[in-house]
Nanobody
Framework: QLQFVESGGGLVQPGESLRLSCAASGGALANYAVGWFRQAPGKEKLRIQCINTSGATLGVIDSVKGRFAISRDTAKNTAYLQINDLRPEDTAIYYC???????????WGQGTQVTVSS
């Protein structure tokens, strides 16, 4: 059964960067689109961008354009989300999923917490 495990979050100051990882097991990442989602406190999960099986980035939301970049390493069976110039409003739990659908409903991994605070 395909499972994704997120890691790489942390507490950072505004303007700093993080690279989040999404490690896949139980299947080949190359066969799936990978969506990155985030859930801010009190809000619904929101898809922020995804990468399809051809390696194209899709569906980048306006608030992260130019700051976030998605990639994947099929040899490591891992996808990444490079997040730069972090802002307090980026504070959220970040999840990855084997879908680009904005209405993906799970299953979900445990996510990784990103907190941006001075």
């Amino acid at each position: 059964q395909l499972q994704f495990v997120e890691s790489g979050g942390g507490l950072v100051q505004p303007g700093e960067s993080l690279r989040l990882s999404c490690a896949a097991s139980g299947g080949a990442l190359a066969n799936y689109a990978v969506g990155w989602f985030r859930q801010a406190p009190g809000k619904e999960k929101l898809r922020i961008q995804c990468i399809n099986t051809s390696g194209a980035t899709l569906g980048v939301i306006d608030s992260v354009k130019g700051r976030f970049a998605i990639s994947r390493d099929t040899a490591k069976n891992t996808a990444y989300l490079q997040i730069n110039d972090l802002r307090p409003e980026d504070t959220a739990i970040y999840y990855c999923a084997p879908s680009c659908s904005t209405i993906y409903r799970g299953p979900w991994g445990q996510g990784t917490q990103v907190t941006v605070s001075s």
